[in-house]
């Protein structure tokens, strides 16, 4: 089984600001990787696929980084919309695996 | 447009079984596979198999093997996702969610249903 690992568990950011997020699998998935963000009481919503391509709809200040066992999904000035839960999910291999995500919250 | 519709909350004993129904609209629903994910209170998600409703092949997580049974109905088109055997730790919220492509393989998921909560307590 792919064990993803995410950090920081919690990232607290001020409104206006960039974060990153830190996704890293226990094996090369090459760019089988998916971002989803979810928030309280909300089922999750896909945000990037192929580690770097971004959903339909989804804002542009939203990027996805990296191949291999290193991702990284970065959002630029963040918005009030923002703050959630983030996990990063891999899908290149049965069992498909998810990171334990990123809570961002508001410093 | 795509969309997946779940049942609602269920209350179970622990030793019970549940099933799950998950119908969707807005495309062909033997085309994309779907998944269940399962979050407990206050945790991540976690994946627990995957169903083609155009020949019925499903995999399971290992965990969740024996366990679980899931199934489709084309003619209405509705996924169904069973467990038997509750414990108190398969409290949680399920979610069916959809395969975001339409040819065979493993791929990303999009959309999600709305989520039904199972509760199992004495």
């Known amino acids: 089984e792919i064990v993803m690992t995410q950090s920081p568990a919690t990232l607290s950011v001020s409104p206006g600001e960039g974060a990153s997020l830190s996704c890293r699998a226990s094996?090369?998935?090459?760019?089988?990787l998916a971002w989803y963000q979810q928030k309280p009481g909300q089922a999750p919503r896909l945000l990037i696929y192929?580690?770097?391509t971004r959903a339909t709809n989804i804002p542009a200040r939203f990027s996805g980084s990296g191949s291999g066992t290193e991702f990284s999904l970065t959002i630029g000035s963040l918005q009030s919309e923002d703050f959630a839960v983030y996990y990063c999910?891999?899908?290149?291999?049965?069992?498909?695996?998810f990171g334990g995500g990123t809570k961002v919250e508001i410093k | 447009q795509v969309q997946l519709v779940q049942s609602g909350a269920e209350v179970k004993k622990p030793g019970a079984s549940v099933k799950v129904s998950c119908k969707a609209s807005?495309?062909?629903?033997?085309?994309?596979?779907i998944n269940w994910v399962r979050q407990a209170p206050g945790q991540g998600l976690e994946w627990m198999g995957w169903?083609?409703?155009?020949?019925?092949?499903?995999k399971y997580a290992q965990k969740f093997q024996g366990r679980v049974t899931m199934t489709t109905d084309a003619s209405t088109g509705t996924a169904y996702m069973e467990l038997r055997s509750l414990r108190s730790d398969d409290t949680a919220v399920y979610f069916c969610?959809?395969?975001?492509?339409?040819?065979?393989?493993?791929?990303?998921?999009?959309?999600w249903g709305q989520g039904t909560l199972v509760t199992v307590s004495s």
């Open positions: 969610v959809r395969d975001a492509i339409s040819v065979p393989g493993i791929w990303w998921f999009d959309p």
């Open positions: 807005g495309y062909t629903f033997s085309r994309n596979g």
């Open positions: 169903i083609t409703a155009y020949n019925g092949d499903t």
């Open positions: 094996q090369s998935v090459s760019s089988d």
């Open positions: 192929g580690a770097s």
């Open positions: 999910q891999q899908y290149n291999n049965w069992p498909l695996t």
